[in-house]
């Protein structure tokens, strides 16, 4: 089992350009999630889905857009990058229900913009 | 609001002291709280949960409503417990975790 993979590990683009995050979970679980790292502002949520075809707006969504075609994958899109998108981004999943305490990470997507 | 509020960005200590992260957090009701972990170069994992009231690496946690407190404690630190702890809430609507900002640990000899 792979657990929980994301595509690319590091990226650098330019301040305009678009760029598409993918994420990729082989435990059959209903929920997935989009978070940033940045230093001294912690985790912080962008989008989440509970399921196949749904998704929600976390805490931080401006300027990001997602889609959950597959239960599977969990695609994280920049349509026009900006420098203060520059962080770490996580991906993570859990099973449903009681089961939402413990999440799943993913290795972590490194993207600069310039 | 839900809210988790980690006060200390990093807390150096030395090996076999005691440790005590702090977490304090923001919640309607009865809430759900968690602690992570992130050592170097590893995936962010889970550590431990209220819920499960267990001691996991020889660290623990109570949840205390009256002082909307959940410290993670451990009585003699080591150095192999150096990592980010993050401290977490399940939010309202039972969907996701607010993470608060993290606390640095470092343990040194």
């Known amino acids: 089992n792979a657990g929980v993979t994301q595509t690319p590990k590091f990226r650098v683009l330019k301040t305009g350009q678009s760029m598409t995050l993918l994420c990729a979970q082989d435990?059959?679980?209903?929920?997935m999630y989009w978070y940033r790292q940045d230093p001294g502002m912690g985790l912080r949520l962008i989008h989440y889905?509970?399921?196949?075809?749904?998704?929600a707006k976390g805490e931080v969504p401006d300027g990001y857009n997602v889609s959950r075609l597959k239960k599977q994958n969990f695609l994280l899109g920049l349509e026009s990058a900006a420098p203060s998108q520059t962080s770490v981004y996580f991906c993570a999943s859990t099973e449903s229900g009681a089961h939402t305490g413990e999440l799943f990470f993913g290795e972590g997507s490194r993207l600069t913009v310039l | 609001a839900q809210r988790v509020t980690q006060p200390e960005k990093l807390l150096s200590v030395f090996k076999g002291a005691p440790v005590e992260l702090k977490c304090n957090y923001s919640y309607s009701g009865s809430p759900e709280l968690f602690w992570y972990v992130q050592y170097s170069r590893q995936r962010l994992q889970l550590l431990l949960r209220h819920i499960s009231r267990e001691s996991i690496k020889g660290f623990t946690a109570d949840l205390n409503k009256g002082e909307t407190s959940f410290h993670l404690k451990k009585p003699f630190a080591q150095e192999e417990d150096s990592a980010m702890y993050y401290c977490a809430l399940r939010n309202q609507a039972g969907t996701a975790l607010i993470f608060g900002k993290g606390t640095t640990l470092s343990v040194s000899s």
């Open positions: 889905s509970v399921g196949e075809g749904t998704t």
């Open positions: 435990m059959n679980h209903e929920y």
